[in-house]
């Protein structure tokens, strides 16, 4: 039986919160500004993405935890998740499928984005 399109979305927000606070189960990429980062101050930053639960309507429409907006010393930050296949070329034909299914969490300034 196939799961119920909310099952589905909790499925992926599920897998989405795995790698935003527990970095596991995706890469995790950082922009150039993020990288220019002292390594304390990219620290602070990595703890900050992983504590955010402030999701919204407005931040998160779909329900799936996959962007979100985060301040670390007066500088705005952005954090994105996207789902891709496995070869990492096209967007994942099933987000909640972990076997068809490669997370990639992009960190970045907000004026990077």
């Known amino acids: ?3 119920t399109p909310g099952e589905r ?6 897998l989405n919160d795995r790698l935003r606070t527990h970095l596991t189960g995706g890469r995790v990429v950082m922009t150039v500004g993020v990288q220019a980062l002292g390594d304390d101050q990219r620290d602070v930053l990595i703890c900050a993405v992983q ?25 705005g930050y ?3 998740i996207d789902a891709y296949g496995l070869d990492y ?8 499928d972990e076997a068809v299914t490669a997370r990639v969490m992009t960190i970045m300034r907000e004026d990077e984005y």
């Open 51 to 75: 504590g955010f639960s402030d999701f919204t309507s407005a931040n998160d429409p779909y329900g799936e935890h996959d962007f979100g907006r985060v301040v670390v010393n007066g500088q």
């Open 89 to 96: 070329r096209y967007q994942s034909p099933d987000p909640a």
């Open 1 to 3: 039986m196939a799961p």
């Open 9 to 14: 979305q909790r499925c992926i927000q599920h």
């Open 78 to 80: 952005f954090f994105k």
